[in-house]
C-alpha cells in the first residue's frame, strides 16, 4: 500500500496568514492527488484534484503543487470559512490511501 | 441537485450485520464508480471499498474483507455495503462517494451514517 504523510500534523495561523500543508507519498504517484477539506461534523470536500486543479467552485485562495511523491496545498490568505481539517488522499492505486490530516486552527 | 444520502446506520452488537445505502440524485450514476469510505470517532478518513459502473468489478480493504460486500442497483440510482461479523473497530461514520472525473477524486460525497458496534 501507498503511505501517505502529511505535515504539520496541526497548526495555529491568523486570518490573512499564508498557510502550507505538505504531503509526502511512499512511492510516485505521478499528479494523482487529491487534497479535501473536512469541518467538524460534515462530510469531507474536494478542494484540489490532480495536483494542482481547482475544483469548481472552490476560492482561487487554495493552490495546490506537486509531483512524483511530493505535494503542497497552499492558502493564500486564510480567511476565517477555512479552519477545518485538511486531507490529502492519492488515487493512483487501490487501496486509494490518506494523509493522517492537518488541522488548521485560529492562533 | 447533485446528492448522495446515505441511510441503516446504528447500534449493533459484534458479531452482528447492518446493511448501508447510499442512494444517488441529480447525476448519471450508472456512469460511475463508487467509493465507501469511514472515518472513526476523532480519527481520519479511510478507504473502505469500491465498485465499478456496472457493478461487476470489486475491490475492499485489507481490513473488511470477507465481512463487507459492496453492490449497486442502477435501476434504483442506490449503493449498498453489506457489512456482516461487524467488531468494535469498525465503529465510526460511512460515507459514500462517487467518483466522476478522469483523476479518480471522491469529488460528491454523501453526509454519511454513524454505525456503531458495541454490546
Known amino acids: 500500500d501507498i503511505q501517505m504523510t502529511q505535515s504539520p500534523s496541526s497548526l495555529s495561523a491568523s486570518v490573512g496568514d499564508r498557510v502550507t500543508i505538505t504531503c509526502r507519498a511512499s512511492q510516485s504517484i505521478n499528479s494523482y492527488l487529491n487534497w479535501y477539506q473536512q469541518k467538524p461534523g460534515k462530510a469531507p470536500k474536494l478542494l484540489i484534484y490532480?495536483?494542482?486543479s481547482l475544483q469548481s467552485g472552490v476560492p482561487s485562495r487554495f493552490s495546490g503543487g506537486g509531483s512524483g511523491t511530493d505535494f503542497t496545498l497552499t492558502i493564500s490568505s486564510l480567511q476565517p470559512e477555512d479552519f477545518a481539517t485538511y486531507y490529502c488522499?492519492?488515487?493512483?492505486?487501490?487501496?486509494?490511501?490518506f494523509g493522517q490530516g492537518t488541522k488548521v486552527e485560529i492562533k | 441537485e447533485v446528492q448522495l444520502v446515505e441511510s441503516g446506520g446504528g447500534l449493533v452488537q459484534p458479531g452482528g450485520s447492518l446493511r448501508l445505502s447510499c442512494a444517488a440524485s441529480?447525476?448519471?450514476?450508472?456512469?460511475?464508480?463508487m467509493h465507501w469510505v469511514r472515518q472513526a470517532p476523532g480519527k481520519g478518513l479511510v478507504w473502505v471499498s469500491r465498485i465499478n459502473s456496472d457493478g461487476t468489478g470489486t475491490n475492499y480493504a485489507d481490513s473488511v474483507k470477507g465481512r463487507f460486500t459492496i453492490s449497486r442497483d442502477n435501476a434504483k440510482n442506490t449503493l449498498y455495503l453489506q457489512m456482516n461479523s461487524l467488531r468494535a473497530e469498525d465503529t465510526a461514520v460511512y460515507y459514500c462517494?462517487?467518483?466522476?472525473?478522469?483523476?479518480?477524486?471522491?469529488?460528491?460525497w454523501g453526509q454519511g451514517t454513524m454505525v456503531s458496534v458495541s454490546s
Open positions: 441529480g447525476f448519471t450514476f450508472s456512469s460511475y464508480w
Open positions: 462517494a462517487s467518483v466522476t472525473g478522469e483523476w479518480r477524486a471522491f469529488d460528491i
Open positions: 488522499q492519492q488515487s493512483y492505486t487501490t487501496p486509494r490511501t
Open positions: 490532480a495536483a494542482s
